[in-house]
């Protein structure tokens, strides 16, 4: 009897390459999505790891192979398909064979761009090691660079008028200020009131209304709005019983 | 008590992580560039890689302080960082091609080393090894111009493009001609091939 397939028998394969250090999973991944190139695979490398980690007793081994096998002929394909060059078509839209003579010169100029290369290596492997000063100096002012386009931008943003937002959606006023203050006054008669209270059975205008009249109120010393917690109950106490 | 000029050239190098050209050196320590130069040579000695932990470095046009590679260990144990990856072999070939032979677009590159290069320049990039400089005008939608930059003299350890080797001088005569004749000898009769 076989294990369930879960369709990710692969997904406890790690690998250790110089470019990257893993999961094998993501490593695909990460070259499907162009984050990794393909060159920098070394695919007899990974083939390597996978023969090193696989046991051939596990429930699953089959699968892993199979799995295994699949991704790694598609990389080897992605690898020989990457490698056909992005040349130029030519304007009469066949493309013309190279003469050896051509060829040659390529070959030539590419043998001396993989010399420099090697020189390159061997360049930045000595002055590898050297740290810089770790104390960064900010920008200067006067070199930064301003874009018109984002003056422009700023400039509209800042001397344009709000756009007054739409009211449409409420309905028509029929209470004042002055009457909601009284009515406020009249409800605290009977000791402290809840904001909550106050305002049951109000239309959300209503109750805006009401909450600034509160405020107005508080400003003018008849009430006080108590709050003990940030957005916690809001409760209304009159402090002048004639006011 | 005024401070001598090799205090102020190091004082000055001290706290910039980038090269300094001679200029911006004379101008920021108040000295001629015939004094800033003579102080850098003083400093030099003080800062060479037998003398001190810390060396003093004439890269990409300008000189600045970097630790001594001898003591490389330390610092990026103290860093907690280990030392960046080495670049790949495609990342060399596209970067002498950019060198040597640029400023040049993304095809150019490719049509010299024969395969798309598109993702190693891009990391190149990314890394600060190469820039866009301008665009080729006269090309289909105007591509993007790549050449290396300030980074790279600095990995590098050169100085100015002047500083390495010329491109014809890394490859024998000899080995040029082989690959001509490789490549345009005849093929061999038949016969030949049997015999």
Known sequence: MTAPSTGRSLADFTVELDVYSGPYEWLLALILKDELEIFEVPLRELVGLYAGSRDPEAANALDRDTDFAGSAAALILLKSRTLTPALEPEPDGEEAAATPEELAERLQEYLKIRRAADDLRERFARAA??????????????????????????????FSRLVEPPVRHLGPITVTLQELAGMIRAGLLRGPVSYEDLTRGMDRLRSAVAFAAALSLAQE?????????????????????GG | MNPAPEHLVEAVLLVSARPVRLGDLASAAGLSEGETTRALANLSDRYSPEASGIVLRAVAGGHFLST????????????????????????????????????????????????NSDAVVRNLLERGLLAEVGSDTEAPGSPALLSVTDDFLAAADANSRGD??????????????????RLTAPEAAPAEREG
């Open chain 1, 129 to 158: 090691g050297h740290y810089p000063s770790a104390h960064t100096a900010p920008p200067k002012p006067g070199r930064l660079r301003v874009s018109n386009d984002r003056v422009t931008l700023v400039a509209r943003r800042v």
């Open chain 1, 221 to 241: 010393g008849a009430v006080r709005l108590v709050q003990p917690e940030p957005l916690g109950a809001l409760t209304l106490e009159l402090l002048e019983a």
């Open chain 2, 68 to 115: 001594n590679p001898a003591c490389s260990g330390a610092v990026e144990r103290f860093r907690e960082e280990a030392r960046p990856a080495p670049l790949s072999g495609a990342a060399h070939e596209v970067l002498a091609c950019v060198l040597y032979l640029g400023p040049m677009t993304r095809g150019a590159i490719s049509r010299v080393r024969g395969v």
């Open chain 2, 164 to 181: 390495f080797p010329p491109l014809d001088s890394l490859v024998s005569e000899e080995e040029l001609a082989r690959v001509r004749e």
